[in-house]
């Protein structure tokens, strides 16, 4: 990463919120990288608008063009070697991705999951959480690994749920602590502080706890 900006690109699938915390941080200097492209499989994805008014490259890879996960890959990383990034931020990016993707990646491919992982892998954690009857739900930032939402845990935000919540309006504040840490953890890797070593997330030579650093409030970025 010496001698230009990191280059950050960002794959998306929806409405892009989260890529929005991730522009907002660069424009702040907070995050001293560059999102240079934000790839969606989706065309009408409004996470496309935002990347557009920021002024950041957009490229459409379609997921139902393709006839199978290898040849989507195969064009995901096309367009995405066109950029040389040094991170990849999967921002609510809802395609399975191959294993030679994943391979190929690895230590330098952050996800965030709606859930306090290895809790609720997959779709509809909300839902699941509050049918579980959990006291608390939250979200998790973590490198991705071959094996689906199960690479080491980098940060989580617990959110306590209430007697009232439907999973919309759970979705709704854990989205807000998506803002915030999301971010935090993408400065850290592009501030040289996290990285991935046999498995384990690093942050400054330490190995972090299984769950990650857990933020209780998360208000700023660190
Ligand atoms: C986020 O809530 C993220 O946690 C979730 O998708 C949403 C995308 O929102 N990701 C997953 O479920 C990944 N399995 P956004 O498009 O507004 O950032």
């Known amino acids: 990463m010496e001698g230009r900006d990191p280059v950050i690109v ?3 699938s929806g409405s892009g ?8 941080a660069v424009e702040k200097e907070e995050i001293t990288g560059s999102i240079q492209a934000v790839i969606s499989n989706k065309a009408d994805a409004y996470g496309l608008e935002r990347a557009e008014k920021a002024g950041i490259k957009t490229h459409v890879v379609d997921h139902k063009k393709y006839d199978s996960r290898d040849a989507f890959d195969g064009e995901l990383i096309r367009q995405i070697e066109q950029h040389k990034p040094d991170l990849i931020v999967l921002a609510g990016f809802m395609r399975i ?3 030679s993707f994943v391979r190929r990646y690895e230590g330098k ?7 306090l992982l290895p809790k609720y892998q997959g779709l509809n954690t909300h839902q699941r959480a509050l049918d579980a009857g959990d006291a608390e739900h939250g979200v998790t930032v973590h490198f991705v690994t071959a094996e689906l ?15 009232q919540d439907t999973a919309e309006t759970l979705a709704k504040r854990i989205q807000q602590q998506e803002h915030i840490i999301y971010p935090i953890a993408v400065k850290w890797f592009i501030d040289g502080r996290l990285n991935m070593t046999d498995n ?23």
């Open 149 to 163: 939402d199960s690479g080491p845990n980098i940060i989580q935000a617990k959110v306590p749920t209430l007697k």
């Open 109 to 115: 491919m952050l996800n965030i999951h709606p859930s």
């Open 10 to 12: 960002v794959l998306i």
């Open 200 to 222: 384990d997330a690093m942050l400054d030579n330490e190995i972090l706890p299984e769950t990650g650093l857990i933020l209780e409030n998360p208000q700023t970025i660190h």
């Open 17 to 24: 919120s989260n890529l929005q915390a991730l522009i907002e």
């Open 97 to 99: 991705l191959t294993e």
